[in-house]
């Protein structure tokens, strides 16, 4: 299986402050055809998980455009410019290139 | 609005069977895949598997393929996950999700909590 490392595991910010999440995967996340299926979601405390970001960069529906998404083959970034006490929780990447799917481990963001 | 319900959680003990359902409203059920993805209590998500809009195709997580199936009943709008043989590392809370291309789970349930101890 494919093992997504997520650094930091996490991580304190002020309001305001950008951060960044890294997600490494164990092996490319580019397709044959050229895709790279690759996902970010947020999990707010006694939430269940919605959608960040997918494709690696390409928005969610209603998703604030503070939030960002950047990488290729093994290499991705979650950025968040300018954070919001609303954006604190678990954050976690996904990738569905190759089966079965599989989750990072989770990146806490706390608020100071 | 797009909603997905799970039901049918709870305390079970270790080598029994317990089936989960999912009920959507808000959209077409029988136009999209769905899924389920399970998260453990130590917040670690695994995905279980998911199966096609006409309920004729299914894939699963190989460490879960000979215990867990997957159903669909497009008539009533419910997903259902059928858990046979169930271990202590089966406790956490399962969700099911809407899934569209390019597999993007774009709905998810609140969840359904499933305790495996004796």
């Known amino acids: 299986d494919v093992v997504l490392t997520q650094t930091p595991s996490t991580l304190s910010a002020t309001i305001g402050q950008s951060v960044s999440i890294s997600c490494r995967s164990s092996q490319s996340l580019l397709d044959s055809a050229g895709n790279t299926y690759l996902y970010w979601y947020l999990q707010r405390p006694g939430q269940s998980p919605q959608l960040l970001i997918y494709l690696v960069s390409n928005l969610g529906s209603g998703v604030p455009n503070r939030f960002s998404g950047s990488g290729s083959g093994t290499d991705f970034t979650l950025k968040i410019s300018g954070v919001e006490a609303e954006d604190l929780g678990v954050y976690y990447c996904m990738q569905a290139t190759h089966a079965p799917l599989t989750f990072g481990s989770g990146t806490k963001l706390e608020i100071k | 609005e797009v909603q997905l319900v799970e039901s049918g959680g709870g305390l079970v003990q270790p080598g029994a069977s317990l089936k989960l359902s999912c009920v959507a409203s808000?959209?077409?059920?029988?136009?999209?895949?769905m899924s389920w993805v399970r998260q453990t209590p130590g917040k670690t998500m695994e995905w279980i598997g998911d199966i096609k809009y006409d309920g004729s195709y299914t894939n699963y997580a190989p460490s879960l393929k000979n215990r867990f199936t997957i159903s669909r009943d497009n008539a009533k709008s419910t997903l259902y996950l059928q858990m046979s043989n169930v271990r202590s590392e089966d406790t956490a809370t399962y969700y099911c999700?809407?899934?569209?291309?390019?597999?993007?789970?774009?709905?998810w349930g609140q969840g359904a909590s499933v305790t495996v101890s004796s």
């Open positions: 999700t809407r899934v569209r291309s390019p597999y993007v789970m774009d709905a």
């Open positions: 808000g959209f077409t059920f029988s136009d999209y895949w």
